[in-house]
Nanobody, 116 residues
Framework: QVHLVESGGGLVQPGGSLRLSCAASGSSFGFDLMGWYRQAPGKERELVAQITYGGVTNYADSVKGRFTISNGNANTVYLQMNSLKPEDTAVYYC???????????WGQGTQVTVSS
């Protein structure tokens, strides 16, 4: 049973920084894709950033140059968010894909609020 533990959300002023963490466990063969999505009120869930097992990254245009995704080890993913804007306010969801079988899992979500 895959289990995801997210942490690091909160309230921050515009221009501030936050770091999200997601620790994944429960996959015998590991994870080939890890990342973060977000969903603001009244909007669809959207990809923020993702990283493959080999370290290839992909970012939404809206966060390029401000957010950095990394994996500390094979089962942990981080999202460093700098220069935060009010439009970054959303619930952020950790997302992983197991290698075998290829199955996607979601975290419970962590709230990020950017407001003065």
């Amino acid at each position: 049973q895959v289990h995801l533990v997210e942490s690091g959300g909160g309230l921050v002023q515009p221009g501030g920084s936050l770091r999200l963490s997601c620790a994944a466990s429960g996959s015998s063969f590991g994870f080939d894709l890890m990342g973060w999505y977000r969903q603001a009120p009244g909007k669809e869930r959207e990809l923020v950033a993702q990283i493959t097992y080999g370290g290839v990254t992909n970012y939404a245009d809206s966060v390029k140059g401000r957010f950095t995704i990394s994996n500390g080890n094979a089962n942990t993913v981080y999202l460093q968010m700098n220069s935060l804007k009010p439009e970054d306010t959303a619930v952020y969801y950790c997302h992983v894909r197991t290698m075998i079988p290829s199955t996607r899992y979601w975290g419970q979500g962590t709230q990020v609020t950017v407001s003065s």
